[in-house]
């Protein structure tokens, strides 16, 4: 049966004989909440039963008319108690009817997040919640800034319909490795910063790849852009291993200063772009000798400023940059 109210909720908690650990939570029954406590008297009931919990209320109404609200933020359950009610839930599936969340704050052990209906991620949602391993929004179109930031656990990232992802969203994942954005148009400054096991990236149609926005991934291997009309100064400062791929698209992006900056190993940039009518030079590999051509022939354009492309002082021996001939049908 589900539990609908405080009375129920107690009785389950007080016979459960798991949930004395965030190991070892409590798998609560479908919560179909319709006490008139709302969110403060959930999670005060829990705080009051010293359990740690699993809850699933994907079939809770919200929204007009229902004791919840159709968006979650802190002030979901604000007294200290359910403050400290919220520090033991380890695993959270929200109401489907759920459309945006705030801040996750005090929500200190928790592990898992569904939102199946969410399509909004407020600013610092997630920020510093270092337990956090796996996320589901499969609706979500905006992701704003430092949503997940600091969240050292999280392994995975998958945003089918995110189309925006804010500055900061997800710095400092250090455990982040495979993320997957093929609605994304904008991305953010600072948005994967530091994130030091990412190795591929794939934004089939991201626009705008903001300032510093891969800085200090350093075990990134490919990066796929076919659509990019403007990379940002240091997008990829201090980045990469030693067989960095940089795939862009048949259209010349506005490339901006230093965004390969301090490269330290050897890395491989392809640029599939139209050499000739790019003004990027002629067709042909760069490096070693020829890197002195290609630095001339527009990796270090007057319009760029500081030192260009990459360190003045790194791309004989470091980069070689392979321009492609332009598609069929290219102007």
Same mark, same amino acid.
């Given at each position: 049966?589900?539990?609908?109210?405080?009375?129920?909720?107690?009785?389950?908690?007080?016979?459960?004989?798991?949930?004395?650990?965030?190991?070892?939570?409590? +798998?609560?029954?479908?919560?179909?909440?319709?006490?008139?406590?709302?969110?403060?008297?959930?999670?005060?009931?829990?705080?009051?039963?010293?359990? %740690? +919990?699993?809850?699933?209320?994907?079939?809770?109404?919200?929204?007009?008319?229902?004791?919840?609200?159709?968006?979650?933020? /802190?002030?979901?359950?604000?007294?200290?108690?359910?403050?400290?009610?919220?520090?033991?839930?380890?695993?959270?599936?929200?109401?489907?009817?759920?459309?945006?969340?705030?801040?996750?704050?005090?929500?200190?052990?928790?592990?898992?997040?569904?939102?199946?209906?969410?399509?909004?991620?407020?600013?610092?949602?997630? %920020?510093?919640?270092?337990?956090?391993?796996?996320?589901?929004?499969?609706?979500?179109?905006? =992701?704003?800034?430092?949503?997940?930031?600091?969240?050292?656990?999280?392994?995975?990232?998958?945003?089918?319909?995110?189309?925006?992802?804010?500055?900061?969203?997800?710095?400092?994942?250090?455990?982040?490795?495979?993320?997957?954005?093929?609605?994304?148009?904008? #991305?953010?400054?600072?948005?994967?910063?530091?994130?030091? #096991?990412?190795?591929? +990236?794939?934004?089939?149609?991201?626009?705008? =790849?903001?300032?510093?926005?891969? %800085?200090?991934?350093?075990?990134?291997?490919?990066?796929?852009?076919?659509?990019?009309? =403007?990379?940002?100064?240091?997008?990829?400062?201090?980045?990469?291993?030693?067989?960095?791929?940089?795939?862009?698209?048949?259209?010349?992006?506005?490339?901006?200063?230093?965004?390969?900056?301090?490269?330290?190993?050897?890395?491989? #940039?392809?640029?599939?772009?139209?050499?000739?009518?790019?003004? %990027?030079?002629?067709?042909?590999? /760069?490096?070693?000798?020829?890197?002195?051509?290609?630095?001339?022939?527009?990796?270090?354009?007057?319009?760029?400023?500081?030192?260009?492309?990459?360190?003045?002082?790194?791309?004989?021996?470091?980069?070689?940059?392979?321009?492609?001939?332009?598609?069929?049908?290219?102007?």
């Amino acid at each position: 049966e589900p539990i609908r109210n405080v009375s129920e909720l107690q009785t389950f908690l007080n016979q459960a004989g798991s949930g004395a650990s965030a190991n070892d939570p409590c +798998v609560l029954p479908p919560v179909i909440w319709t006490d008139t406590g709302g969110w403060n008297a959930l999670f005060e009931t829990i705080n009051a039963a010293g359990k %740690y +919990v699993a809850l699933d209320m994907s079939k809770t109404p919200v929204g007009e008319g229902c004791v919840l609200p159709a968006a979650f933020s /802190y002030g979901c359950g604000s007294t200290d108690n359910a403050r400290a009610g919220k520090g033991r839930v380890v695993s959270f599936v929200l109401p489907d009817g759920i459309n945006s969340i705030g801040d996750f704050l005090n929500f200190n052990v928790i592990k898992n997040v569904t939102g199946v209906g969410v399509e909004a991620i407020g600013d610092s949602a997630f %920020y510093g919640c270092v337990d956090l391993e796996t996320i589901n929004f499969p609706s979500v179109v905006t =992701i704003d800034n430092h949503s997940f930031r600091d969240c050292a656990s999280l392994k995975n990232a998958n945003f089918p319909l995110a189309e925006t992802i804010g500055h900061h969203a997800f710095r400092n994942c250090a455990s982040l490795k495979n993320v997957d954005f093929p609605s994304a148009v904008m #991305i953010g400054s600072e948005t994967f910063r530091d994130c030091a #096991i990412l190795e591929a +990236v794939n934004f089939p149609l991201a626009e705008i =790849i903001d300032a510093l926005a891969f %800085y200090g991934c350093t075990s990134l291997e490919t990066v796929n852009l076919p659509n990019v009309g =403007i990379i940002k100064e240091k997008a990829f400062q201090v980045s990469g291993n030693a067989t960095l791929a940089v795939a862009l698209g048949q259209t010349a992006p506005s490339l901006e200063r230093d965004i390969f900056y301090s490269v330290n190993v050897s890395k491989t #940039i392809t640029v599939n772009i139209p050499a000739v009518n790019s003004g %990027y030079g002629t067709t042909g590999t /760069y490096s070693g000798a020829n890197s002195t051509a290609c630095w001339a022939n527009g990796f270090r354009g007057g319009g760029w400023g500081g030192s260009g492309f990459v360190d003045a002082s790194k791309i004989n021996q470091n980069i070689t940059v392979i321009l492609q001939e332009a598609s069929s049908g290219a102007e």
